[in-house]
């Protein structure tokens, strides 16, 4: 089991910037981990993954790529987002999530956290 507690979440202008972090209670080397976000009256949508062992191995949302940046320090347990040029649309709640092995197209996480919220002023 592993725990997930994320932080960084808040308001700022669109084109701003923000830095989501997710604290896990264990080790992250061999979880597969993501990043997902789920707007009021919305889909939750996958934003970014991160592959559990693999140097690189992330995958991201055609939304965000180019401005979204998912990287984990193992030793640390935590996974980060690096969120740039924000837009109004990146406006909802983040939620981090883990689970044991490589990520597939078909990656069940197990493991969730409370979310954080994000919101972007146009």
């Known amino acids: 089991q592993v725990q997930l507690v994320e932080s960084g979440g808040g308001t700022v202008q669109a084109g701003g910037s923000l830095l989501l972090s997710c604290a896990a209670s264990?080790?992250?080397?061999?979880?597969?981990m993501g990043w997902f976000r789920q707007a009021p009256g919305k889909e939750r949508e996958k934003v970014a993954t991160?592959?559990?062992?693999?140097?690189?191995?992330?995958t991201y949302a055609d939304s965000v790529k180019g401005r979204f940046a998912i990287s984990k320090d193992n030793a640390k347990g935590t996974l980060y987002l690096q969120m740039s040029s924000l837009k109004p649309e990146d406006t909802a709640t983040y939620y981090c999530?883990?689970?044991?092995?490589?990520?597939?197209?078909?990656?069940?996480?197990?493991?969730w956290g409370q979310g954080t919220q994000v919101t972007v002023s146009s």
């Open positions: 999530a883990a689970e044991a092995g490589a990520c597939t197209t078909s990656t069940d996480f197990d493991y």
């Open positions: 991160k592959q559990a062992y693999a140097y690189r191995g992330e």
């Open positions: 264990k080790s992250t080397y061999g979880y597969c």
